[in-house]
């Protein structure tokens, strides 16, 4: 073999030394690992179409689960906040009245109602 040249490794074509391109089959001399003429480089940065498709459908899913849950507790939670808010002034209330004991026991037992609904309604103490 003349000084200079060199097999090609994929072809096993003569070539130049310096070659980064076998000129016969086109083959990228540059690479560390064997491909094939005709087959895509792989490359570490870039991911796939299966890759991309995978990332995609896990953020879409925890986007949909996310606002989902959001909006789940937060009209449920601004009930249960009413529900207590409701119980709480009605208590209030008992503990300020200073009429007479038929009038105090009246907004007692209303109370007592407002609550029970209140637990059947939300299917929790408020």
């Known amino acids: 073999m003349e000084a200079g040249k060199k097999n090609c490794s994929y072809c096993a074509e003569v070539i130049m030394a310096e070659a980064i391109l076998c000129k016969h089959c086109q083959s990228d001399l540059r690479q560390k690992i064997r491909i094939p003429p005709g087959w895509p480089i792989p490359s ?3 991911m ?3 890759g991309k498709i995978v990332v995609g ?5 925890t986007l949909y689960l996310a606002v989902g849950f959001y909006v789940s507790n937060t009209s449920q939670d601004k009930e249960s906040m009413q529900a207590r808010e409701a119980a709480e002034q009605c208590r209030e209330e008992i ?3 200073s009429g007479p004991a038929v009038g105090k026991s009246i907004i007692a037992e209303v109370c ?14 408020p």
């Open 44 to 46: 570490e940065n870039k």
């Open 48 to 50: 796939g179409r299966v």
């Open 57 to 61: 459908l896990t953020v879409a899913i």
């Open 95 to 97: 503990d300020s009245y």
């Open 112 to 125: 007592r109602k407002l609550e029970d609904d209140l637990r059947k309604g939300l299917s929790r103490v």
